[in-house]
């Protein structure tokens, strides 16, 4: 029930195309959910979240969309760009207690390449 | 300025040695966590920190120790190191408790167990 399941494990899209990363969670309790963003040899960071009062968050060519009686959320990269080719995590957290508490479980990750 | 710093960068070493690494965060926060990422690049939390009071602490064998002398310090001490303790090891920080904000990641210290 702590997991959260990410797909594609690998995406490759042209320049100008959209990357679309989805993830899937069984906890109930999770009400965070962020993507973070490796680039090679660097920490993560995080990218944007969404919390789950909303079902869609955009930042500028980034958008999450949140599904939230499918218990799914994903990320949409419009224009991607080669400079966004990074591995790419979802994942979630509970504000609310319990064992999911103060902690986020992430996802697999996508490595996502963006051809020129 | 760094926002979270780890030492060393690299650390390679035989099965059975005892090693530390160090993590030092700037950004003036209370929680202070270890991950570890394996070769597949999965991520997973081992331990948290709020306030130098152990906060998580998840399955890890206890040869791992974690120890926070103030609450910008975490570090993490491995005894008797195996094979299958390689990986890259994060440390980070969030703001609070919850930790579910922003948590700042270090640049990884990359562990390789011969």
């Known amino acids: 029930q702590q997991q959260v399941k990410q797909s594609p494990q690998s995406l490759i899209v042209q320049k100008g195309g959209i990357s679309i990363i989805n993830c899937a969670y069984e906890?109930?309790?999770?009400?965070?959910f962020p993507w973070y963003q490796q680039f090679p040899g660097k920490g993560p960071a995080l990218l944007i979240a969404?919390?789950?009062?909303?079902s869609e968050k955009k930042e500028g060519r980034f958008t999450i969309s949140f599904n939230k009686s499918a218990k799914q959320f994903s990320l949409h990269i419009m224009d991607s760009q080669p400079g966004d080719s990074a591995t790419y995590f979802c994942?979630?957290?509970?504000?609310?207690?319990?064992?999911?508490?103060?902690?986020?479980?992430f996802g697999q990750g996508t490595i996502l390449t963006v051809h020129p | 300025d760094t926002a979270v710093s780890q030492t060393p960068k690299y650390l390679v070493t035989q099965m059975g040695n005892d090693k530390s690494i160090k993590c030092e965060q700037n950004?003036?926060?209370?929680?202070m966590y270890w991950y570890k990422q394996d070769s597949k690049k999965f991520l997973k939390i081992m331990f948290s920190?709020?306030?130098?009071?152990?906060?998580i602490n998840e399955t890890v064998p206890n040869r791992f120790s974690p120890k926070s002398p103030d609450k910008a310090h975490l570090n993490l001490h491995i005894n008797s190191l195996e094979l299958g303790d390689s990986a890259v090891y994060f440390c980070?920080?969030?703001?609070?408790?919850?930790?579910?904000?922003?948590?700042?990641f270090g640049p990884g210290t990359r562990l390789l167990v011969l």
């Open positions: 950004l003036g926060h209370d929680t």
């Open positions: 994942a979630a957290g509970s504000t609310a207690g319990g064992t999911s508490y103060g902690k986020l479980t």
């Open positions: 920190y709020n306030n130098k009071e152990l906060i």
């Open positions: 980070a920080s969030s703001q609070d408790l919850v930790g579910l904000g922003t948590q700042y």
């Open positions: 906890n109930t309790a999770f009400d965070y």
């Open positions: 969404i919390r789950p009062d909303v």
